[in-house]
Every structure is written in structure tokens, then in C-alpha cells.
């Protein structure tokens, strides 16, 4: 595995629902808690808090909690770029960067995640290439669930670790 790529990776779902509806998972406060997030707070550049529905800008900043974490767990980070419909980009603290593109293939509506810049020592690959990729993966299935059938796979337990995702 000398060739293997550690310092990215690649994770893609088809989901029957509209563009807008799943950039909008992506882009504002409510659509992240839906799927992903048990907080997701939005800053704009001067520190005021984004509505729950108002759609994040480049520069805006993000503080991240998940189900089934106590609020140690907080991820910080700021989106870098975005544009409205489709592409979505955001810092995750030190795994890196990820980039989200919609995406219609063959009639279908893609989510594509790109994590890059992982670092490339033992902990970036352990922590950050195999563990973010199983965590994507979860979640956007997760996503693919809610949005196709209404229901959530999250663990929203904190007491019970040790589960796929938490």
C-alpha cells in the first residue's frame, strides 16, 4: 500500500432529494442538526450567530458538537467556500479540509465529500483518514435515511460508546 493516498480521501451516496434541499443540510444551523449535529452554531465574520435557516457565507465560523459526545467534543473550524447550490467547503480543525459537491450522475443526485490536506503521520492516518472516513460514510447514509425514509441512525446516547458513531 507504499502508493495509498493517505492525505485525502473520497465518499459518495446517491440521495433522491432536490439540490437545494441537500445543500441546505450542509449550509445552515437546521440543516446540519438534522442529520449530522446535535449543535451546529454559524458566525458570521463580526460574531453574530446566523439564523437557524440562513445559509452560511465564506468566512463565516461553526462550533460542532455530536450525539453521543459531551461537550468536550467540539470541533471549530470556518467555511472557506461555498456558493449557494452546490459546493460547500470547510475547515475540520487538524484533519484537514472538506469539500462537498452535488453532483447528477446517470439521473441520480450525488453527495461527494473530499477530505484533504489529512496529515500523513500515524495519528493524521489512523485518526483522521480511517476514522473521519467511517464517520462520513455513517453520516451520509444517515442523511441518504432521513431524507428518502425518516429515520435517524444517530446514537444520541451519551452513555453508550463504542458504536459506529460515538
Not at 472516513?133 to 441512525?153: C, M, Q, R, V
Request: hydrophobic share 30%; glycine share 10%.
Amino acid at each position: 500500500m507504499s502508493n495509498y493516498d493517505w492525505s485525502r480521501f473520497v465518499t459518495r451516496i446517491s440521495i433522491n432529494a432536490p439540490f437545494e434541499k441537500l445543500y441546505g443540510c450542509w449550509a445552515t444551523r437546521e440543516g446540519m442538526e438534522y442529520w449530522f449535529l446535535r449543535l451546529s452554531e454559524y458566525k458570521k465574520p463580526g460574531g453574530n450567530v446566523r439564523a437557524g435557516n440562513e445559509p452560511v457565507q465564506p468566512g463565516d465560523t461553526y462550533t460542532w458538537r455530536w450525539h453521543g459526545w459531551s461537550d468536550e467534543t467540539t470541533e471549530y473550524g470556518s467555511i472557506l467556500d461555498c456558493n449557494g447550490k452546490d459546493h460547500f467547503k470547510f475547515s475540520f480543525g487538524k484533519a484537514g479540509d472538506c469539500t462537498v459537491t452535488l453532483k447528477n450522475e446517470l439521473g441520480q443526485n450525488i453527495v461527494e465529500l473530499v477530505q484533504s490536506d489529512i496529515p500523513t503521520t500515524d495519528e493524521g492516518m489512523h485518526y483522521w483518514h480511517l476514522g473521519c472516513k467511517t464517520g462520513w460514510t455513517f453520516y451520509l447514509a444517515n442523511l441518504k435515511s432521513l431524507l428518502e425514509g425518516g429515520i435517524d441512525l444517530r446514537n444520541k446516547d451519551e452513555k453508550l460508546q463504542n458504536v459506529i458513531n460515538s
